[in-house]
């Protein structure tokens, strides 16, 4: 089982075919909302953005938080924090993009590696 989920969405009306592979996580991670209003329009953006401000905002709030660790685990938890909001960002807006399809009325199928 792959852990980045490769899906086509497929609009049955028009024929158009979107698709969500690996590039699309990179690009969900380092654009956050953007990447939702220019993979699926509007209609999920602020629900993105949300999203996009609460990873920011735990990230802020992180270098507060780490000085209450013992010191042998502050250096660790502070650099895998960074790549660790970018992968819950990534996730968090193609769960945004595929409420946004689905909400169309487009159909989902996950594809195969």
Same mark, same amino acid.
């Given at each position: 089982?792959?852990?980045?989920?490769?899906?086509?969405?497929?609009?049955?009306?028009?024929?158009?075919?979107?698709?969500?592979?690996?590039?699309?996580?990179?690009?969900?991670?380092?654009?956050?909302?953007?990447?939702?209003?220019?993979?699926? @329009?509007?209609?999920?953006?602020?629900?993105? #953005?949300?999203?996009? +401000?609460?990873? =920011?905002? !735990?990230?802020? $709030? &992180?270098?507060?938080?780490? @000085?209450?660790?013992?010191?042998?685990?502050? #250096?660790?938890?502070? +650099?895998?924090? =960074?790549? !660790?909001?970018? $992968? &819950?960002?990534?996730?968090?807006?193609?769960?945004?993009?595929?409420?946004?399809?689905?909400?169309?009325?487009?159909?989902?199928?996950?594809?195969?590696?």
């Amino acid at each position: 089982m792959a852990v980045l989920t490769h899906y086509q969405f497929h609009n049955g009306k028009t024929g158009k075919v979107s698709l969500v592979t690996g590039w699309s996580y990179l690009a969900a991670a380092l654009l956050g909302s953007i990447y939702v209003l220019l993979k699926a @329009g509007p209609t999920q953006f602020l629900p993105a #953005l949300f999203w996009q +401000l609460a990873c =920011l905002a !735990g990230l802020a $709030v &992180l270098p507060f938080v780490v @000085g209450y660790l013992p010191e042998n685990l502050q #250096l660790l938890v502070l +650099l895998l924090s =960074l790549p !660790g909001a970018l $992968v &819950l960002q990534s996730f968090l807006m193609i769960g945004c993009v595929r409420q946004s399809f689905r909400a169309r009325g487009w159909g989902e199928r996950l594809e195969d590696d």
